[in-house]
């Protein structure tokens, strides 16, 4: 194999807020494929439509069934060779979607590091980032024993 692409790679682009068009756009320039998969609140908005194949709208209030959907429907015609998300509240959206249509890249599992506060403090810690002192609120004698070691803000 020569490494040589039979056919342009199609990126996927997740975004549900109103950014990314560098990203668009120099992905155009390397000669991608642009499919935007958006909510029905940006459907007009100023995209740099000359540089976007196809448009994927979902509704305002979809859950990431709903995204999965929409891109499984839109991979039974057209091949999506990469999946990004545009904007960290989309990150897990885009992990999901790859795990769903077996596409390369971040899992749901490692996509939680940049979402969950407390996942980042473990994969922190596991580094050898010193952490600041905190505790889970789930259970209350460890929030009583932390509020005992700590001494309130103020």
Known sequence: MTG??????TILCIV?????????RECRSQGCRVVLMTREKLRNAE??????????VVPDKSEIEDYIFAA???SLSNRIDIVVALEEGDVITA????AHLAIAG?????????????WMRIKAGGAGISQPRATLM??????????????PPG
Request: glycine share 4%; proline share 3%.
């Open 4 to 9: 040589v692409r039979s056919h342009p790679q």
């Open 16 to 24: 549900s807020f109103y950014k990314g068009h560098d990203f668009i």
């Open 47 to 56: 995209w740099p439509l000359e540089c976007i194949d196809y448009l994927i």
């Open 72 to 74: 499984n429907d839109f």
């Open 95 to 98: 992990a999901r979607i790859r």
């Open 106 to 118: 971040m899992t749901t599992s490692t996509a939680r590091t940049f979402r969950d506060k407390l």
């Open 138 to 151: 789930l259970n209350y004698q460890d929030v009583g024993s932390s509020c005992n070691r700590s001494r």
